[in-house]
């Protein structure tokens, strides 16, 4: 079962509520740190490494003796990232989404692919978690590809939980797609509401069930709450605004080791989490690049 | 020679339009002979990456060996250097006058962007 923890806006709590609740977890778990600009699962476990590998996208490399400058590849490509030029053909590696689609209409066959490298995948393991984490080269635009690497790892038993990048773009959808359930934090701020109402409606066109965690509940005022009764969305956990979590969370420690009475919050969220039906329905995982190409 | 100016609109009295990449139009002048014709980029404006990289295969295959505009960042540089275009920036007024500054050696040749990506 895949279960994605996800948020509208940013900094609301969705590695605190990804960490503590692998933590609340029966049985073994795989944490999969999707958010790969800024991945932070680490800091809150003390995992020992089990493998690190880099990742990249396929880039085209023209044989100038084999090609005619026909055009097909530019053409053909999205993104500009292969153009005709005078004599020759130039590629922009940067602009390349490693689709290998210039290759294939090639009908000289004089483009073959190269790897980019754009990140690394690191995996390691603290007690009963499995974490695996993406990292990004600092630069690098393209998310989904590493995410793509990430989730690729995911065995196939067991609860895997996904800690997905905030927002809802293309690396949000990347994170959350082909989940089971989706896990929404947010905080009972104007900013906060805006943005879960964006997340709900992202992951409805996923059709993907989802739940709602309210983190520093008492924070701001109840809109969230009315929301989330109106849209008929259940409020799976409330995290109460209390400053000695904001002091164990800037400490890299776990609220359920350092926080007395967070323990039973978040058993009950896993007892919930646990429940939760696998959805046949819905988009699939995407798969990785390498999978494509091979 | 042919000349590029990346343009507001159609026509040599058309303002110059200061981005390259998403530039509204290219006016193309053979200052020989004068002649003038225009060409859609709209392409390049509704591209979602590389907007310069493919104004710059769009112009090369109008046969310019010159483009005159306001900036021009790197990826576009490059591709303009590969097809062989020399790049003049900080063009300003109608297409008639900036082929005339062109003339009266009032632009600058550029050695290399002057803008960085995304500018426009």
Redesign the interface.
């Known amino acids: 079962m895949i279960v994605a923890i996800a948020s509208g806006k940013g900094g609301t709590g969705k590695t605190t509520v990804a960490v503590n609740l692998a933590l609340s977890l029966s049985g073994n778990v795989q944490l999969l740190d999707c958010d790969v600009e800024a991945p932070n699962v680490h800091l809150f476990l003390e995992a020992q490494p089990e493998g690190r590998e880099v990742v990249g996208i396929p880039v085209p490399v023209v044989d100038a003796d084999l090609c005619n400058q026909c055009g097909e590849c ?1 053409r053909l490509c ?4 292969i ?4 004599t ?1 053909v ?1 590629v ?1 590696p ?2 390349c989404h490693g689709c290998g689609g210039c290759a294939l209409v090639c009908p000289e066959d004089a483009i073959s692919e190269v790897m980019r490298p754009i990140g690394v995948v690191e995996e390691s393991r603290s007690g009963s978690v499995h974490l695996v984490q993406g990292r990004l080269y600092v630069g690098e635009a393209l998310v989904p590809p590493l995410i793509r690497e990430v989730r690729a790892r995911s065995c196939e038993e067991g609860v895997v939980l996904i800690d997905a990048p905030p927002g809802t773009s293309c690396s949000m959808i990347a994170a959350v797609r082909g989940s089971d359930f989706v896990v929404l934090v947010t905080e009972p701020t104007p900013f906060g509401l805006n943005d879960l109402e964006l997340a709900v409606e992202t992951v409805r066109v996923l059709g993907i069930p989802c739940g709602v965690v309210i983190n520093r509940a008492g924070a701001g005022d109840d809109r969230v709450q009315e929301y989330c009764a109106a849209e008929g969305l259940e409020i799976l956990l409330e995290i109460p605004d209390d400053r000695r979590i904001a002091e164990a969370y800037a400490r890299g420690l776990t609220l359920v080791d350092a926080i007395p009475g967070i323990r039973p919050l978040f058993a009950s969220l896993a007892a919930r989490i646990e429940a939760v039906p696998p959805i046949t329905a819905g988009y699939p995982v995407e798969k990785s690049l390498a999978d494509v190409h091979s | 020679m042919k000349v590029v100016v990346t343009s507001m609109g159609e026509g040599v009295d058309s303002e110059v339009d200061p981005r390259f990449g998403r530039a509204s139009k290219f006016v193309l002048v053979d200052t020989e002979t004068s002649e003038t014709t225009s060409a859609d980029n709209s392409a390049g404006v509704d591209a979602t990456h590389g907007a310069g990289v493919q104004a710059a295969e769009t112009i090369s295959r109008l046969g310019a060996e010159c483009l005159i505009t306001g900036h021009c960042g790197p990826k576009a540089f490059r591709a303009l250097q590969a097809a062989g275009i020399e790049v003049y920036t900080g063009a300003s007024g109608t297409v008639t006058e900036a082929i005339e500054q062109l003339r009266s050696g009032d632009l600058q040749r550029s050695g290399g962007p002057d803008v960085g990506g995304h500018w426009g």
């Open positions: 530019s999205q993104y500009n990232a153009a005709v030029l005078g020759g130039m922009f940067e602009l």
